[in-house]
């Protein structure tokens, strides 16, 4: 089974930026699909964006549409996010995921241990 690990949360300054990373374990990595997902105290957990097993095509919900930009390098086995022109409402703690497809973002499989992110006003 695949393994997870999040990082690169933090704290930053509405307009700020981050990059976070999600390392994953295991030789299959290269050939599904993977997601990141955030969860606000008291709220859902929510997709944000996906990415095909090549980086081909992405998909992003409409809240980091032209803000945030998924990627993955596959001979590191991880995927990143990109998160420009944050906003307070993306705080959250960020996991990513294997999905089912890129615009079918369903999560398979476990969930990483998160990583933090907070944007103060």
């Known amino acids: 089974q695949v393994q997870l690990v999040e990082s690169g949360g933090g704290l930053v300054q509405a307009g700020g930026s981050m990059r976070l990373s999600c390392a994953a374990s295991g030789r299959t990595f290269s050939t599904y699909a993977m997601g990141w997902f955030r969860q606000a105290p008291g709220k859902e957990r929510k997709f944000v964006a996906a990415?095909?097993?090549?980086?081909?095509?992405?998909y992003y919900s409409d809240s980091v549409k032209g803000r945030f930009t998924i990627s993955r390098d596959n001979a590191k086995s991880t995927v990143y996010l990109q998160m420009n022109s944050l906003k307070p409402e993306d705080t959250a703690v960020y996991y990513c995921a294997r999905v089912r497809a890129t615009r079918d973002p369903f999560p398979l499989g476990a969930w990483g241990q998160g990583t933090q992110v907070t944007v103060s006003s």
């Open positions: 990415i095909n097993w090549d980086g081909g095509t992405t």
